[in-house]
């Protein structure tokens, strides 16, 4: 045995069979640790796989023909806009002629969709889709265009005791659910133009569009220019969404001219700084939820 303990091979050999023995009932527990760990880690990514997978059904499901409807009120608003600014004369826009009645409804159709959109974040998971969270984004930035005073620049003749030149928040959101109607489905949907009409005829359903139905009255870019910078930032943020949401399934570019549309203002404040109002709308457009 000395003998062999003298051969440096022979040493070497022991001594790896040494540390061999006691390194492998340790390596094999460090293995099945990391392949418990490995197989932890697959089972929960399959499973969230598996939930964004049906959450991702549940929410195309529920919101999948909303969403189409949507860019084509958000078309028509941009495109109404555009009418409104053009310089033509227009016929009377007051609820009750075929011309204030549509405008009207091009007007309160895209919030009433939102509005019918956000009442399926109960039964669907908006996480899992970024493009729908636009949807909800959308309703904010309309929200704040129509009703707060960052896109009006603050101005100091906004009289925010009366609904004169703006719209509060929580009116929309009423407004907006006097167009949602239950379907033949059972489920909440936006009355259709001829509904609409049918609507308004009846007494006292105009005033549940409160003020919605004074404001478009007696409208005229000279006599509520403060209204009307309202709706070009409404129109911007809505062929935004167009642009955005629209185009990679065929809808043509919007053109929107905002810097035309805003020329048409007369207001001193106002235009005192036609250029930041743009800026201003962007920022309304692209805030967070």
């Known amino acids: 045995m ?18 061999a023995l006691i390194v492998n009932p340790f390596a094999s527990v460090l293995v099945e640790r990391v392949k418990a760990r490995l197989d932890g880690r697959a089972a929960e990514r399959k499973s969230r796989l ?3 997978h049906e959450a991702r059904r549940r929410l195309y499901t529920a ?22 600014g053009s310089g033509r004369k227009l016929w009377s826009l007051k609820l009750g002629g075929y011309f204030g ?32 969270i636009e949807l909800l984004r959308l309703k904010r930035s309309i929200s704040k265009a129509m009703s707060s005073g960052d896109a009006i620049l603050e ?8 609904q004169v030149e703006h719209i ?4 929309l959101s ?17 009355m259709t133009f001829p509904e609409f009409e049918a609507f308004v005829a009846r007494p006292g359903n105009a005033d549940r569009l409160e003020p919605v139905p004074s404001i478009l009255g007696d409208f005229s870019i000279e006599a509520k220019p403060i209204f009307w910078t309202r709706l ?25 001219p905002t810097e035309a549309l805003l020329e048409k203002i007369e207001d001193p404040h106002l235009r005192a700084h036609l250029e930041e109002l743009p800026r201003r709308f962007e920022e309304i457009r692209s805030a967070g939820l």
């Not at 062999?4 to 790896?16: G, K």
């Not at 959109?117 to 669907?124: D, Q, T």
């Not at 101005?155 to 009366?162: F, I, R, Y």
């Not at 509060?168 to 009116?171: C, F, V």
């Open 2 to 19: 000395s003998d062999l303990l003298r051969d440096p091979r022979i040493v070497a050999a022991l001594i790896a069979a040494i540390v």
């Open 50 to 52: 598996e939930y964004e």
């Open 63 to 84: 919101i999948g023909d909303l969403r189409f409807q949507l860019l084509l009120a958000a078309r028509d608003v941009a495109a109404q806009v555009r009418t409104l």
């Open 101 to 132: 009645n549509s405008v009207t409804y091009k007007l309160l159709r895209p919030f009433a969709l939102c509005e019918v959109i956000e009442g399926k974040i109960a039964i669907a998971d908006f996480g899992v889709d970024p493009d729908a």
């Open 155 to 162: 101005h100091p003749d906004a009289d925010w005791d009366a």
């Open 168 to 171: 509060y928040m929580y009116s």
């Open 174 to 190: 009423r407004i907006a659910h006097a167009l949602i109607v239950t379907g033949e489905d059972g489920k909440p949907r936006v």
């Open 232 to 256: 070009v930032a409404y129109g911007y943020i809505c062929a935004h969404f167009v642009d955005h949401a629209g185009r990679p399934i065929g809808f043509a570019p919007s053109d929107y």
